[in-house]
């Protein structure tokens, strides 16, 4: 079945840097893929969709800046957190639909846990 | 307005029961679709089955069943002859829009505990 990876699986960081995640799509190609951010205990809150090629479409209250996405193959999307703050410490897990087929489920990746100190 | 309602925070069933997990939408699209991942404590998201809005039978993945009411917009998850292994967050979701712009919208979830 489909796979995606995601990388890192944790990273533990000093506030400032930046942080970039990784999000790939083993054996299919992924036109779209979406990122999400989990917090403890929580419902995954969609962050942006990432469309191959094009600029990401952001949801309401998510910050462009900060969490850049860049979507350069149809096989790789990535996100960075730009100086990141404690803040932004939570569950981040992205996904990806088989092209074209809409009525597949979406794949997701393990998730990266980010904790900034 | 809530897109998707899982009004079961948790849940308990004994091992070898069948549970309900609820889940009720909202959406004015006629094409959409109903998902339910299974979320274990080490964070992966595990798809389970697919309802399509279009679907006239239910869907039915060996012990999950997903129980569609178009007209109630209700979705729920029944898993029968539960396993310990069951226990996780369960969370329903759901794909709307047209063509490249859809997206999925997830509930909030209901975490099941399975007793032996």
């Known amino acids: 079945g489909a796979v995606v990876s995601q990388h890192p699986s944790w990273v533990i960081c000093k506030s400032g840097t930046s942080v970039k995640i990784e999000c790939r799509s083993l054996?299919?190609?992924?036109?779209?893929m979406f990122w999400y951010r989990q917090f403890p205990k929580q419902s995954l809150m969609l962050m942006a969709t990432?469309?191959?090629?094009?600029?990401?479409?952001?949801e309401q209250g998510v910050e462009k800046d900060k969490f850049l996405i860049n979507h350069a193959s149809l096989t790789l999307s990535t996100l960075t957190v730009t100086s990141a703050h404690p803040e932004d410490s939570s569950f981040y897990i992205c996904?990806?639909?088989?092209?074209?087929?809409?009525?597949?489920?979406?794949?997701f990746g393990d998730g990266t846990r980010l904790s900034i100190l | 307005a809530q897109k998707i309602t899982q009004t079961q925070p948790g849940m308990f069933v004994q091992e070898k029961e069948a549970v309900t997990l609820d889940c009720t939408y909202d959406?004015?699209?006629?094409?959409?679709?109903l998902f339910w991942y299974k979320q274990p404590s080490s964070g992966e998201m595990i798809f389970l089955i697919y309802?399509?809005?279009?679907?006239?039978q239910n869907a039915t993945e060996g012990r999950y069943s997903l129980n569609f009411q178009k007209a109630r917009k209700s979705a729920n998850l029944v898993i029968s002859a539960s396993q310990l292994g069951d226990s996780a967050m369960y969370f329903c979701?759901?794909?709307?829009?047209?063509?490249?712009?859809?997206?999925?919208?997830f509930g909030t979830g209901t975490k099941l505990q399975v007793i032996p």
């Open positions: 996904s990806a639909r088989v092209s074209g087929r809409g009525n597949q489920p979406q794949h």
């Open positions: 979701a759901m794909r709307e829009g047209p063509g490249g712009y859809q997206k999925v919208t």
């Open positions: 990432s469309n191959e090629g094009s600029k990401a479409t952001y």
């Open positions: 959406t004015s699209d006629q094409s959409y679709g």
């Open positions: 054996d299919f190609q992924a036109t779209t």
């Open positions: 309802q399509g809005s279009y679907d006239e």
